[in-house]
């Protein structure tokens, strides 16, 4: 997902899309615990996205100051 994508959503959406993740990155961590996980590196995907929300967040955040 690209930060122009998300500079798009909503406050609600980016919530929506944040919980999203978060519940992915779950899955992700739970698979690789019981050694079924398919691709390792999407884990490290999952993460760059949470950081991508929290970030477009932060500044719509500082922007309405």
Do not use: C, W, Y
């Given at each position: 997902m690209k930060a122009s994508?998300?500079?798009e959503m909503t406050?609600?959406?980016l919530n929506a899309k944040l919980k999203e993740?978060?519940?992915e990155l779950f899955?992700?961590?739970f698979q690789h615990a019981i050694n079924q996980?398919?691709?390792p590196g999407r884990?490290?995907?999952v993460k760059k996205d949470i950081a991508r929300v929290n970030t477009v967040m932060r500044g719509i955040e500082i922007s309405d100051v």
């Amino acid at each position: 997902m690209k930060a122009s994508e998300l500079r798009e959503m909503t406050q609600i959406e980016l919530n929506a899309k944040l919980k999203e993740l978060k519940e992915e990155l779950f899955n992700l961590r739970f698979q690789h615990a019981i050694n079924q996980l398919e691709n390792p590196g999407r884990i490290k995907a999952v993460k760059k996205d949470i950081a991508r929300v929290n970030t477009v967040m932060r500044g719509i955040e500082i922007s309405d100051v």
